[in-house]
């Protein structure tokens, strides 16, 4: 069948990265492609706030070097949630320097990202030697990278030959990288005439979700589940001050917020597969 209309479930079974299984698995099982990004600063309200959303969510994403009182039992108790909840964690890093420094970064340091994220992303900037560093920490580790195709803010500079680049690059390096943050669906992208494409079934995650306001005056720009996930044929919606709002201590709206983007993305899902 097209490769946007096939399932999530129907796919799980052809990726072999351990990461990529897991999520497509953990989608169809919870019927859910929403992914919660976690933006707050205190361990409180980021454990809090994973807590209420567990039960809605595909994926969890962090910016664990936001947290001012991290400590390593931040990680158990993530760790914990995402056994109790069912998710897949996403730490955002966005990787940026040469193979050996990102490789060390990714390992290393005082959070130690590899041991713990099933997830990762990278920019395509240094090349494929990126790619080839965080490898050699995560692949052993069954880890899984997506790269940074395409940015929902305002005057992205990742767009055009730099976007086509990107696909090229995880092409190459297909046990590893998993497919990309984009705005839209990847498969054929920046490929030559005789490339056969139509089997490479690239993960595409997209931020800059929101169903309320179009932007956040600081760049970043939203556009709907319906846009992302059935028009732009995207595979997980990245929501998080839609979800969480500025205050982590309104539970019962948190969880109405929650339910309502989990919904609004799987009918997107269900649009698209149907014949
Ligand atoms: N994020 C984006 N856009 C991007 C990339 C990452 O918004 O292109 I790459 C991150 C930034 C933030 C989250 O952690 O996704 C979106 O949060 P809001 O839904 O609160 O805007």
């Avoid at 970064?105 to 030697?129: D, E, F, M, R």
């Avoid at 490339?195 to 929101?210: K, R, S, Y």
């Avoid at 339910?259 to 649009?271: D, H, I, N, P, S």
Wanted: aromatic share 6%; charged share 20%.
């Amino acid at each position: 069948s097209e490769p946007h209309r096939r399932t999530y479930a129907q796919r799980a079974l052809h990726h072999k990265n351990p990461a990529a299984k897991l999520l497509l698995e953990t989608i169809e099982r919870k019927q859910s492609n929403l992914a919660v990004s976690v933006d707050v600063a205190s361990t409180k309200d980021f454990l809090a706030i994973i807590d209420v959303v567990g039960p809605f969510v595909c994926l969890v994403k962090t910016h664990i070097d936001i947290i001012e009182d991290f400590t390593p039992s931040l990680i158990t108790d993530l760790q914990a949630l995402s056994a109790k909840h069912d998710f897949v964690i996403f730490e955002d890093r966005k990787f940026a320097d040469i193979g050996n420094t990102v490789a060390l970064q990714y390992s290393s340091g005082v959070h130690k990202i590899a041991s713990w994220s099933h997830l990762t992303n990278a920019h395509p900037v240094p090349g494929p030697s990126i790619i080839t560093g965080l490898s050699s920490i995560g692949l052993p580790l069954g880890r899984g990278l997506l790269l940074l195709a395409e940015m929902s803010t305002k005057g992205s500079l990742a767009s055009g030959s730099y976007t086509e680049a990107a696909v090229q690059m995880a092409r190459a390096h297909r046990d590893f990288v998993v497919g990309f943050i984009a705005q839209r669906r990847m498969d054929g992208v920046g490929a030559g005439p005789n490339e056969a494409t139509t089997e490479e079934d690239f993960l595409v995650l997209t931020p800059g979700v929101g169903l309320d306001v179009k932007g956040d005056g600081m760049g970043q720009q939203y556009r709907t589940p319906r846009e992302v996930v059935l028009e732009s044929g995207s595979d997980v919606i990245i929501v998080g001050r839609g979800i969480y709002g500025k205050d982590p201590s309104l539970v019962d709206n948190i969880v109405a917020q929650a339910k309502r983007y989990k919904e609004e993305g799987w009918a997107a899902y269900l649009a698209r597969i149907e014949p």
